[in-house]
């Protein structure tokens, strides 16, 4: 019964994404809201969660020059195909951009920040001379939780508990003992997701890495290796290559990814790592699947008690998955991957989430380079002693407190951190 809890798991939270989730999430509420409206849009209202607005607000949109929550949403009311969920701007044109600007520019769009606790909430109104409608998504990018159409309540989910509740888990009984049975067991014909995920993430690190994104953090660092600079090891293949795939995703690339828990970013550091140490180890593709499905689950496994958005950033996660996952290529020792974890833990916890970003490829490699560190450590018999900060004995213990520190700091956190994003100083 476990084992097909684990593959529903695979397919829940492995799911293909085009652009950053959270402004993707804007476009598909006011996309859907649009099927409830007839004749011009005269009015779209925009209400979201601080953590939404966080990585909404700068990062690019695929194929498109123009960024922002109020451009999202007109571009999903104007371009946007509800159908195909978090593809739902694939396709968008220039035209469809200039339509959007234009409606920005005519103060169609209002944006404010809405009230309550739920970490993953985004509300959009739309208006026109004879109809209105409200879409809510919450708790998970694609959940449309509420749908009004001029008043009349047609789908209403809001008193349901939010998955992204970590206290919502959804399967209590897994633990990275039964995660690791799995891997070593599943038969690799049921691992086509795992190997979809490989190929998709692997296209965009090498778009990433051949042509100039974003910060060019992942082309740089793959750069200065073959100038000597930097050594062509494991650690810095690993950071250029993961690094390269945010790069392009960041910048508003039109290629797809394979998101992990709502993640696309987080897809790409619990993959990719692992990949870039499969080919420097030469293992066979049997065990770089098996590895690479080890940390897709892990990363989903902590992301439940995590949650989907946080204070912290989420790439700390992927990258003690990943870590673990290395391990199981470099010594298939269930203790050094439990010990593994624990490092990277230890090392990258106090890392926030200040929003979507280009600046995200650096965090990407340096919790790239941390899952490759703590990996090499592991494997070689040393762990962080529970003696040390929140570090306990049990590795699933050490999970707990840093899903802890990560929910319970998360709102004065972020309400410091929102403000300093949208105050700065120009």
């Known amino acids: 019964m476990i084992i097909e809890k684990i593959y529903d798991l695979l397919e829940k939270e492995l799911v293909v994404a085009l652009g950053c989730t959270e402004p993707v999430a804007i476009a598909l509420a006011s996309a859907t809201a649009k099927q409830y409206v007839d004749g011009e849009v005269t009015g779209i209202s925009v209400k979201a969660s601080g953590n939404v607005i966080k990585n909404a607000l700068s990062v690019g949109i695929p194929g498109m020059n123009h960024t922002g929550i109020d451009f999202t949403a007109a571009l999903g009311v104007i371009a946007g195909d509800p159908a195909k969920e978090l593809r739902v ?42 109809d209105q409608a409200v879409v809510i998504i919450s708790g998970d990018h694609t959940n449309v939780s509420y749908i009004s159409q001029n008043g009349k ?100 690339s039109t290629m797809p990814v394979m998101a992990n828990s709502g993640s696309g970013n987080q897809g790409i550091a619990v993959t990719m790592p692992v990949v870039a140490a499969a080919e420097k180890l030469g293992v066979s593709e049997e065990k770089m699947l098996r590895a690479v499905t080890l940390s897709h689950l892990l990363s989903i496994y902590m992301k439940s008690k995590f949650g989907r958005l946080s204070a912290l950033c989420g790439v700390t996660v992927a990258g003690a998955s990943a870590s673990a996952a290395i391990t199981y290529l470099l010594d298939d020792n269930l203790d050094k991957m439990k010990a593994a974890i624990q490092n990277t833990l230890g090392n990258v916890s106090g890392m926030v989430c200040d929003g979507a970003k280009a600046g995200c490829a650096m965090k990407v490699a340096t919790c790239s380079s941390a899952a490759v560190q703590s990996a090499i450590l592991a494997s070689n018999g040393l762990c962080i002693p529970s003696t040390n900060g929140f570090i306990e004995e049990d590795v699933e213990q050490t999970i707990e407190n840093f899903c802890r520190l990560g929910n319970e700091t998360s709102s004065t956190t972020d309400s410091v951190l929102l403000d300093m994003m949208v105050n700065k100083q120009r």
């Open 89 to 130: 701007l694939e396709g968008v044109t220039k035209k469809d951009e200039d339509h959007a600007i234009s409606l920005v520019r005519e103060d169609v769009v209002s944006v404010s920040t809405a009230t309550g606790t739920e970490k993953l909430y985004i509300e959009v109104e739309l208006k026109s001379q004879t």
């Open 153 to 252: 309540v047609l789908v209403d989910q809001s008193k349901q508990s939010s998955s992204s509740s970590p206290a919502n888990d959804p399967f209590p009984e897994l633990s990275i003992e039964n995660l690791y049975s799995f891997i070593s067991d599943v038969p690799l014909d049921r691992l086509d997701l795992v190997k979809r995920s490989v190929e998709l993430n692997s296209a965009i690190c090498e778009e990433g890495l051949a042509n100039e994104y974003g910060l060019k953090v992942g082309k740089t660092l793959y750069d200065q290796t073959k100038k000597g600079i930097l050594s062509d090891d494991l650690a810095t293949y690993s950071m250029a290559l993961s690094a390269a795939g945010s790069d392009a995703r960041m910048a508003g």
